[in-house]
């Protein structure tokens, strides 16, 4: 596809379920980045990789999310044991090099009933 | 700590006005100031950006102000239009030292109504 698809596009899952977000990057991007959108705020950075290692994950909120990107291009958010306040719009974006331009995907709703 | 502060948090402006929005940084590293539009139900999109080495930047009816003694950049929009209406993010980065042009820091966004 031309631009960075994100799927599912909505996700609703019970407390303390595990989820899978994933991101497909623009082909030949070897950036990626994952961020994090509550509503009425700004996206929240959360990791990014640079080809198939993560470069900085300092973002990421504690040791229930996990991120992989084991080919260096698709990648999976993975969040254990949800909940209610891990709902948000997870937002993938790609570059070409880490000075290139990001694109960001539409995102995945995630919300934790 | 909010290390980039954005207002205001929500503007009206009548069509063919210009729509001016602040954004104030702490982290005197920053090197990279880009400006995302974003629509209901999609992702930012990159607007426009600048380098603290020059002053301004325009593109089209875009125009970014940069100050780097105060800390603070702006997004002009002149000849507003109706399709402009969206929420527009200020962010920032470091570039230097390995750093990414995607591993941004958002303001917490405007929200930007062009009535007719």
């Known amino acids: 596809g031309a631009g960075v698809s994100q799927t599912p596009s909505n996700k609703v899952t019970e407390k303390g379920k595990y989820v899978e977000l994933r991101c497909d990057p623009i082909?030949?991007?070897?950036?990626l980045y994952w961020y994090r959108q509550s509503l009425g705020q700004g996206p929240e950075f959360l990791i990014y990789f640079q080809g198939t290692g993560a470069a900085d994950d300092s973002g990421l909120p504690n040791d229930r999310f996990f991120a992989v990107r084991p080919e260096g291009s698709v990648s999976t958010l993975k969040i254990q044991r949800t909940e209610r306040g891990d709902s948000a719009v997870y937002l993938c974006a790609s570059s070409f090099g880490v000075s290139g331009e990001a694109f960001f995907g539409q995102g995945t709703r995630l919300t934790v009933v | 700590q909010q290390q980039v502060k954005q207002s205001p948090q929500s503007l009206i402006v009548q069509k063919g006005g210009i729509s001016i929005i602040n954004c104030a940084y702490e982290n005197t590293a920053f090197d990279y100031f880009p400006w995302y539009q974003q629509f209901p139900g999609k992702g930012p999109a990159l607007l426009i950006a600048i380098r603290p080495d020059v002053s301004e930047k325009k593109e089209g009816r875009f125009t970014i102000s940069f100050n780097k003694s105060a800390k603070q950049f702006s997004l002009h929009i002149m000849d507003s239009q109706p399709g402009d209406s969206a929420t527009y993010f200020c962010a920032a980065s470091v570039l230097g030292s390995g750093g990414s042009q995607g591993n941004l820091i958002f303001g917490k966004g405007t929200k930007l109504s062009v009535k007719p």
């Open positions: 082909s030949g991007h070897t950036a």
